[in-house]
């Protein structure tokens, strides 16, 4: 990592200055609009950005908050104790903490040799490369809960120090946003999506992982965690046996939860991930529609039009005309 980038990240806030000048606690209002103390990705992103990062505040404790995004922080130097459910975490230099947008938590005073780095990641940067991990089992399933509205507070405890591949990407990672976050979106897509991969690969450096999570939420996650998995092919009766109960109670038991069958809960996916790839990607809607599952090219259209409002091809047309 080149000594500039690292000087200009670490350097004082005007935040920090303000708290060493005898500000008491840092300033709600810059990171949240609600009383909850939500701490909001708008103000945190800016503009139209989908990641970035910043330097944890130093030298005060922070309160309990919570996030509307996935945060992950990586520990550059020294070590950062965060508190989750009265529980402390002591991350050091070379550790990372994925926390998810349904966990609150709280971090301890860091002094100025304690360099944390948090990655704010929104909703719609994971959604992008979530495909592309939907065959890693440790980060997927977390992805899947985080994505979740009615999810539960989930993190992850990664002790990478000793692990070279994993810290060369958080340097890369780290040099392509401080370059004024100006870094190509598909670099910066294959990077995180690496980094996801290279966690799973060396699963040993997973130190702890806690869901705070009711019995009905684990059954909800498991459901959505297979149909985003297998959407393509997804049927009942594989969940069914995936899962060890019978077709029936599983039908039953996913429309009390859901509010819906199972069947509309896939329809929605398959119709997620392609109206993903109308915007993101060149497939021809052909291809789309086989891609996510289905055969039936009359059926696809009819129920895109019906969620969306326009026919595919007018849908990828409308979303080229708003990005330029």
Do not use: C
Not at 11 to 17: A, F, G, I, S
Request: no cysteine; hydrophobic share 35%; net charge positive.
């Amino acid at each position: 990592m080149e000594k500039e980038i690292i000087d200009r990240l670490t350097r004082l806030t005007n935040e920090e200055k303000n708290i060493l000048q005898g500000q008491k606690n840092i300033r709600k209002d810059d990171y949240t609009l609600s009383d909850k103390f939500i701490v909001n990705s708008k103000k945190m992103l800016g503009g139209h950005k989908q990641i970035d990062l910043r330097l944890h505040t130093r030298f005060t404790d922070f309160p309990e908050h919570g996030h509307d995004y996935m945060e992950f922080m990586y520990v550059y130097a020294g070590s950062i104790t965060h508190v989750v459910d009265g529980k402390k975490i002591v991350l050091q230099s070379g550790d990372i903490l994925f926390l998810n947008r349904h966990i609150r938590h709280a971090v301890l005073r860091a002094e100025r040799t304690d360099i944390g780095i948090n990655f704010i990641l929104a909703d719609g940067f994971l959604q992008y490369i979530f495909h592309n991990v939907r065959d890693n089992p440790i980060i997927s399933t977390f992805l899947t809960r985080n994505f979740d509205e009615a999810g539960e507070g989930e993190y992850l405890h990664f002790r990478t120090k000793d692990t070279f591949p994993i810290r060369n990407l958080m340097d890369n990672l780290i040099y392509a946003l401080a370059q004024n976050g100006a870094a190509d979106h598909g670099i910066l897509t294959q990077i995180v999506s690496l980094l996801f991969s290279y966690l799973s690969y060396y699963r040993e450096t997973l130190a702890n992982n806690i869901t705070l999570s009711s019995p009905e939420m684990q059954f909800k996650q498991r459901v959505t965690s297979y149909i985003s998995r297998q959407y393509p092919r997804a049927r009942l009766s594989d969940l069914a046996d995936e899962l060890g109960y019978s077709p029936v109670y599983l039908s039953r038991r996913i429309t009390e939860l859901y509010g819906k069958p199972f069947r509309a809960l896939l329809i929605e996916e398959r119709l997620r991930v392609a109206e993903r790839l109308l915007t993101d990607t060149k497939l021809s809607v052909d291809e789309i529609i086989r891609t996510v599952g289905y055969e039936n090219q009359t059926h696809f259209h009819r129920m895109f039009r019906q969620k969306y409002g326009v026919s595919p091809f007018r849908y990828r047309k409308q979303q080229a005309e708003r990005s330029k």
